[in-house]
């Protein structure tokens, strides 16, 4: 089974826009209806959503990496300047598995990020 989409949630639809822009360097698209705001990313795949009630920031449940290649490190020192938390620096899986890292975004959501380096 592979992810078609994948949604993260977010209380202030502004600030997760500005974090996310800031440390993966990729635009979104505000999608506005209402109690209802969705940014969707650039490249596909994902959005940040907004709905009092339904999303829920969470450090709980599944968690979701994100492709950071070639390095996560660039993506990295970017967090805590833009708001974030490292929760796990990065380090290497394996050699055939490359790297990973985990972090806490502005909106409170545990996220992983992968890389070959």
């Given at each position: 089974?592979?992810?078609?989409?994948?949604?993260i949630?977010?209380?202030?639809?502004?600030?997760?826009?500005?974090?996310?822009?800031?440390?993966?360097?990729?635009?979104?698209?505000?999608?506005?209806m209402?109690?209802?705001?969705?940014?969707?990313?650039?490249?596909?795949?994902?959005?940040?959503?907004?709905?009092?009630?339904?999303?829920?920031?969470?450090?709980?449940?599944?968690?979701?990496?994100?492709?950071?290649?070639?390095?996560?490190?660039?993506?990295?020192?970017?967090?805590?300047?833009?708001?974030?938390?490292?929760?796990?620096?990065?380090?290497?899986i394996?050699?055939?598995?490359?790297?990973?890292?985990?972090?806490?975004?502005?909106?409170?959501?545990?996220?992983?990020?992968?890389?070959?380096?």
């Amino acid at each position: 089974m592979k992810p078609t989409w994948i949604e993260i949630p977010a209380t202030d639809i502004q600030r997760a826009q500005t974090f996310y822009e800031t440390v993966f360097e990729e635009k979104t698209q505000l999608l506005d209806m209402g109690e209802f705001k969705m940014a969707i990313f650039t490249t596909g795949g994902f959005a940040l959503c907004q709905y009092p009630g339904v999303y829920k920031p969470s450090t709980d449940g599944v968690l979701v990496y994100l492709n950071a290649n070639p390095d996560l490190s660039s993506i990295l020192e970017k967090v805590t300047p833009a708001g974030g938390e490292i929760l796990i620096e990065k380090r290497q899986i394996s050699p055939e598995q490359g790297y990973m890292a985990v972090l806490l975004d502005t909106e409170g959501n545990r996220l992983g990020l992968r890389s070959k380096g």
